[in-house]
């Protein structure tokens, strides 16, 4: 079954760690997204990718870092300098061509933790 | 930039009733997506129902429709016999278009609406 999957379902952060975030997609979609959910809060943007070796800080992209060398794979960085890493993580797909308003497809999500 | 707005923190309904839950907008461009999205207690956001700024008629997806009042920027989401499977969040989402310039980037999110089934 075609899908997105996020690695690990729960992960945990020392001080001054950086952590990865694994998110595939079997879907053949072109466009990646990284979201942030905090409690009482919808989901805010902080990467996204149209194209392999391309993306584009979202709103909140401080701390973070995504590289994208295969269509299938979009992993998210979360360094040292992120001080608040504590949130539930989702990756998205689409097939949007830009502007179209193809709905994105949500992985299961990663929770990280502080330790 | 765009905001989404949701006012209602929390909605209770009983099992087999209808209840609407509220969204407002605000924009600029005239070309747009908007989308509700329910996430259970797993987690996992799922698409509920999608409508084209565009488009007069409201989208209808089983027993989920929306009534779209674009001048008001307004997208609220109805769902009718409301059935336990139905507790969750809610969240309003909002996209540009191709013709707005925009539509590469992600989705603005409202809050959510956390919806309550009484049995």
């Known amino acids: 079954d075609g899908g997105i999957t996020q690695s690990p379902k729960y992960l945990f952060r020392k001080e001054g760690q950086n952590v990865t975030l694994s998110c595939e997609q079997n879907l053949n979609h072109d466009a990646m997204y990284w979201y942030r959910q905090d409690p009482g809060q919808g989901l805010r943007l902080i990467y996204y990718?149209?194209?392999?070796?391309?993306?584009q800080k979202g709103d909140i992209a401080e701390g973070y870092s995504v590289s994208r060398e295969k269509k299938e794979s979009f992993p998210l960085t979360v360094t040292s300098a992120q001080k608040n890493p504590t949130a539930f993580y989702l990756c998205a797909s689409s097939i949007d061509p830009p502007g179209q308003g193809q709905p994105q497809h949500f992985g299961d999500g990663t929770r990280l933790s502080i330790l | 930039a765009q905001t989404v707005t949701q006012s209602q923190p929390e909605m209770s309904v009983q099992e087999a009733e209808t209840v609407t839950l509220s969204c407002t907008y605000d924009?600029?461009?005239?070309?747009?997506?908007l989308f509700w999205y329910k996430q259970p207690p797993s987690r996992q956001m799922i698409l509920v129902i999608r409508q084209e700024a565009y488009k007069q008629q409201n989208a209808t997806e089983n027993r989920f429709s929306v009534n779209f009042q674009k001048a008001a920027k307004s997208f609220s989401l109805k769902i009718s016999d409301s059935q336990l499977g139905d507790a969750a969040m809610y969240f309003c989402a909002y996209r540009s278009g191709m013709y707005s310039g925009g539509g590469a980037d992600g989705l603005t999110f409202g809050k959510g609406t956390h919806l309550i089934i009484q049995p």
């Open positions: 990718s149209q194209i392999v070796n391309d993306f």
């Open positions: 924009t600029s461009e005239s070309d747009y997506y």
